[in-house]
């Protein structure tokens, strides 16, 4: 496992370095972000409206016992944009576009074609790396904004009509327990995880080997190490912010 954050970290300098130098692929780019942001959105949307939904009914009934549910809202809305988008976004985003990029890398890998590339004389990490791991660091954010719609919208649902909050309090607690440092810091989050996201699936998938056996072998490892760095990395990430948000 050493050996691969060795790796991987060096793969995401290397890639950093080449995405400053020509030939710039914007076409590239647009269709690794249509891949990994649109190809995303749906699996992102049903978990945030859920996740908020079910946050609501609960932190409702749980805060009403100590008649404090007004304060329900802004709780859900605290919770969602520094810890819960930006995991589940990722933990989401592994599963829907890491696997994809892992599986589609390792089959051009085992049938030669990234092989082919090269002796074409063009560069396949320049081709094929750089505009998966770009469309991570850009995509990933804006869907975690998304999830904290979703989700707000869930938990205005459920708490407001179902759960009998009231609406003018729903809506002024977060307004005032809210500010856009929650917000910003959860994107920055979000960031850190789809550069981890793609960057992890394409180093799994450049270097897989083994033919279709290896290919899934490597998909499997890139979605089990993704998903386990975003929760310690979260950890880590959350300590370092503290600070900010308070």
């Known amino acids: 496992m050493l050996s691969d954050l060795g790796g991987i970290t060096l793969l995401a300098f290397e890639v950093f370095a080449q995405a400053l130098r020509p030939p710039y692929r914007l076409g590239n780019l647009l269709a690794s972000c249509e891949a990994v942001g649109v190809g995303s959105i749906f699996v992102v949307v049903l978990t945030g409206f859920f996740t908020g939904a079910v946050f609501g009914m609960q932190l409702a009934i749980a805060f ?74 850009l995509t990933v954010p804006i869907l975690c904004m998304v999830f904290n719609l979703i989700g707000l919208l869930g938990s205005y649902l459920i708490a407001v009509h179902v759960q009998g909050i009231s609406e003018a309090q729903f809506w002024s607690r977060i307004q005032t327990w809210v500010d856009l440092a929650d917000v910003f810091g959860g994107m920055i989050k979000a960031g850190i ?54």
């Open 64 to 137: 009403r016992l100590f008649d404090a549910e007004s304060l329900a809202g802004a709780t859900v809305a605290l919770a969602l944009t520094r810890e819960l988008a930006p995991v589940l976004t990722g933990l989401m985003v592994t599963g829907r576009a890491g696997s994809a990029i892992a599986t589609e890398l390792g089959s051009m890998r085992v049938t030669e074609q990234i092989d082919a590339l090269a002796t074409m004389a063009v560069d396949p990490r320049h081709y094929l790396l750089v505009p998966r791991v770009l469309a991570g660091l």
């Open 193 to 246: 995880f789809g550069l981890m996201i793609t960057t992890i699936a394409c180093y799994k998938g450049f270097n897989a080997s083994g033919g279709a056996k290896g290919v899934g072998e490597a998909t499997t490892e890139a979605v089990v190490l993704s998903s386990v760095l975003i929760l310690v990395s979260d950890y880590f990430l959350t300590a370092l912010m503290v600070p900010w948000w308070d």
